[in-house]
């Protein structure tokens, strides 16, 4: 990355910009896209909002609902044993464009990963989102090297933040347009994963799915992180977890930018005293048994759905906000490692059957080969995974 930007080794993720002075006036020549953004949330969203009360569930299995994202710069050694160890079978790696110096190293580590289904993350900078030659250059190369390995595409990444440098929806529409416009030309059998709003604000998401440019989505992907609001059953604006999904699938089926395949390509709780680590400050990091019930009932919840195909957890090994931390190169297991190891090994089979709330009492009810699977949690206690014939 090129100043002001730059990127942050720890967290994994941009640094705050600094420059005021630059994000003001960036944000000014992109006032009409803003506006624009705004309008058509304005026009589509109360729309989606009604609409989600007729919308059926879906056909998700257990076999194809969970991904784990893994990092070439964590202890890549280790990631296959590891991996191996969880059960996952659905990989999430970033490739960042600002990295293309170590193309090879990424494709070894994809390649070692290959009896997985991978699936690569494309990361941008804002060389690559203003220079659109260059991003064609690139990613003609990733893909290329890829060829056999990988066909599914993450195209970009946090488009509503600054700081990962798209000041707009409209710059992030013209840099995927350059992706499609190459895989239409020379790569038809990619997928490609778009629109990519981190969090819930859906007027971003409104505006990447509701335009007339001339690009699709072969899936709908979102950053949909709650952990600034608590528990995943807490709510944001009347919403809670269950809530937000059903609200983006709403948008993602009323839009003809896109299939009505949704994927929750990160999320995560940050966890205390691991600073600098984690992505947040202090305030909202949780405690690590927090973390693991958080986690584990995200899952149940986005997989009660029935709307989301599959939640890459982001990531394995990460001392700030991963299932293991690594700090001075130990590698110590969470206890969130086997809670989703155990998650996993129930429902890797399972076929959803119904889903009680009742006040602060959940149940998720599945078919399995071993019986009916009734899983039981509170707000304030640990799944409990029983059979029944």
Known sequence: MKEPFSWDHYSDQPAIIRDKSLKRAMRRSALPSLIKTFLIALLVLPIAFVVTLFLPRKKITGAEFFGMGVNLNNSSSLTPELIAELGVKKLL???????????????????????????????????????????????????????????????????????????????????????????????????????????FELHFTTHTLFNLKDIYFDALGTLLYVDRR???????????????????????????????????????????????????????????????NYMIRYHLLAFATQKVACVYWHQLIAPGYGLIDNRDGVIVKRGAFDAYKTMLSHLCDAQFSSYQENKNDYALICSTPRGTLHISWTLTSTPIYTYKA
């Open 230 to 292: 608590g528990a995943p059953e807490n709510s944001q604006m009347g919403f809670n977890l269950m809530g937000k999904i059903n609200l983006i699938d709403a948008l993602m089926r009323l839009s003809f930018k896109t299939t009505n395949e949704l994927i929750i390509t990160e999320t995560n709780w940050p966890i205390k005293n691991t600073a600098p680590y984690a992505p947040t400050s202090e305030f909202e990091c949780i405690s690590e048994d927090d973390y693991t």
């Open 93 to 199: 790696i970033r490739i960042p464009l600002w990295e293309m110096n170590r193309l090879d190293e990424y494709t070894a580590f994809i390649r070692s990963l290959q009896n997985h289904h991978i699936t690569v993350a494309i990361l941008q900078d804002r060389q690559h989102i203003t220079n659109h030659t260059l991003t064609k250059k690139h990613l003609t190369q990733i893909f290329t090297s890829l060829e056999n390995v990988c066909n599914t595409y993450v195209i970009g990444s946090t488009i509503n933040r600054a700081k990962w440098g798209f000041f707009s929806v409209n710059e992030y529409l013209n840099f995927y347009a350059v992706a499609y416009r190459l895989k239409k030309e020379s790569f038809p059998n990619l997928k490609f994963i778009g629109s990519n709003v981190i969090d």
